[in-house]
């Protein structure tokens, strides 16, 4: 098995059909017994001059590629050019363009922007079966608009209110030392920001916040916050993290992004969270985040349609 360790490499690898059909198989089936998507059998004969399995049982769509039952399904789009947009998209700290992914792998610009949402949509962590735990910093932050970025009380103390649509509310829950979790809120009242919390965090747990009133009344959490009209930070008491997390997301929205509509901003957050959550643990290379992120595209899809109306 050859090693991957830089971008190059993963050019030069999956440019070749049958090594980009080999390493998904490898990740979907590492005892190397690949079932049938349709039936589970696991009588399954390769047939090469279609590079298509075939299942032995009765039923239609016996014959199946490796990118069936993944996010991939139904792609024209080769599976070695998916590949290589997977492994930018995993390593790349501020994010791909559709316009440079077009470029580099010689398709559309809309393809592109099709083929980045879909593996956006496999960064997405879906189940959390571990909640934060011990000291966690929760935040919030607006993005989109003239006001991009700025913190909720900021917005709050600007002369004239913006105007609510043109910017879309975050929400980021940070275990210091550990993961981050982020998502688009309705807005930054108690009802919302409670919910995300008693979701994400273990109950017994230590919050630091800023003092904004929502954060009060969690009984079952050690609260404590920072004024930030009159500092950031008080020993402990910080939401420094996130702030670092937000910087990041913002470099990521404004320098690669350009333009965010809001209801397509939850999947750019889910795509700079897998990035920070990967990047976090130490030693971890970039073949590894690849691999990461390609484990992700099973049993999920993203259609066209879905993607459009949003
Ligand atoms: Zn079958």
Excluded at 175 to 203: F, S, T
Aim: hydrophobic residues 35%; glycine residues 8%.
């Amino acid at each position: 098995m050859v090693e991957l360790k830089t971008l190059q490499d993963a050019m030069e690898h999956f440019s070749a059909p049958q090594n980009a059909i080999d390493y998904m198989v490898r990740l979907r089936w590492p005892d190397g017994v690949v079932k049938c998507p349709s039936c589970g059998s696991e009588d399954v004969t390769w047939m090469p001059s279609r590079s298509l399995f075939q299942c032995k049982g009765r039923h239609p769509k016996r014959q199946f590629s490796v990118k069936v039952g993944t996010i991939f399904e139904d792609s024209p789009i080769g599976l070695g050019k998916w590949l290589l947009i997977g492994w930018m998209l995993a390593n790349c700290r501020n994010g791909i363009s559709s316009h440079e992914a077009a470029r580099t792998i010689g398709v559309t610009q809309k393809s592109a922007w099709f083929m980045l949402h879909r593996l956006r949509a496999a960064a997405q962590e879906d189940v959390h079966t571990e909640p934060l735990f011990d000291e966690v910093e929760c935040d919030e932050t607006y993005v989109g608009g003239r006001t991009k970025f700025k913190h909720a009380r900021k917005i709050a103390q600007l002369p004239q209110k913006p105007s609510i649509h043109d910017k879309t509310p975050v929400m980021g829950i940070l275990q210091r030392g550990g993961a981050v979790r982020a998502m688009v809120v309705k807005n930054h009242k108690r009802v919302y920001l409670h919910a995300e919390i008693k979701k994400h965090v273990a109950p017994g747990s230590t919050l630091y916040t800023d003092d904004l009133h929502s954060y009060r009344g969690l009984p079952d959490y050690v609260h404590h916050y920072v004024d930030h009209s009159t500092k950031y930070v008080n020993g402990q008491v910080h939401t420094n993290g996130l702030e670092n997390f937000w910087s990041l997301l913002k470099r990521c929205v404004k320098g690669t992004y350009i333009q965010v509509r809001p209801e397509h901003l939850q999947a750019y957050v889910a795509e700079q969270v897998f990035r920070y959550n990967s990047r976090k643990k130490l030693g971890v290379s970039e073949e590894k985040r690849f691999s990461t992120l390609l484990e992700g595209t099973t049993g999920k899809r993203l259609t066209y349609e879905e993607l459009i109306t949003r």
